[in-house]
C-alpha cells in the first residue's frame, strides 16, 4: 500500500479522492488551509495538515511532502482575485513540485482543467484569463520539472453520480465537455494505480468508456 499527499484536501474532487484511496488501504494525508474543516477531511479516513500554501515556503512543502510515494495538487484558489490565483495555482504550485523534487517524491498527479495551454487565446480582459494563464504555466513547469508527472484535464465540472466511464479528448472538441467530480475522483485513483501514465496529459470528459480500459 502506499503513501500519498493531496494538496487541496478539501476540495470536493480531493474528499472524493481520498476517501476511495483510503478505501483501497492507502494511507492519505491532505493539506488544508482552513483548520474548521479538519473534521471533513478526517471523516474521509485521511489525515488533515493544516498549512496555507499560498504562504508556505519552500521548506515548508518540502517537510509536508517528504516520506509519500506520490503527490496530487488539487488545489485552487477558487477564481475572483487574478493575484490570488496566479498565486495559487502558478506560484504555490510550482513550490510544492520544486519541493517534491528536493524531498526525493518523484511521483506528481496535477489536477488541470481540458484543454489547458499556453495557446488558450483567453484575453486579459476576460475573468477566466488569470486561472487559464495559470494553470497552462504550472502544467509547462511540471512537464519540464523531472518529476514523474501525470496532468489531468477534466472538462467542466459537475455534482453528478460518477459514472466511472470517461472520454479521452486528445484535440480540442466543441461544447462544455461535462465531466463529473466523480470520475475525476475515480480518474486519480486509477493513473496513481498505473504508473505508465508518467509523462502524460489525459484530457477527458464524462463518456461511454470504462475508465480501467483507458487508463
Known sequence: MSNYLIIGGHGKIALLASRLLVTDGHSVTSIIRNPDHVRDVEDTGATALVLDVEDATIDDLTHAVRGHDAIVWSAGAGGGNPARTMAVDYSAAVRSMDAATLAGVSRYVMVSYLHASLDHGIPETEPFYAYAQAKAMADDHLRSSGLEYTILGP?????????????VHEEKT?????????????????????????????GFSDGETPINAVI
Open 155 to 167: 472538462g467542466s465540472l459537475t455534482n453528478d453520480e460518477a459514472s466511472g466511464k470517461i472520454a
Open 174 to 202: 466543441p461544447g462544455p465537455a461535462e465531466t463529473s467530480r466523480g470520475n475525476v475522483a475515480l480518474v486519480i485513483r486509477a493513473v496513481l494505480g498505473q504508473p505508465s501514465t508518467s509523462g502524460s496529459t489525459i
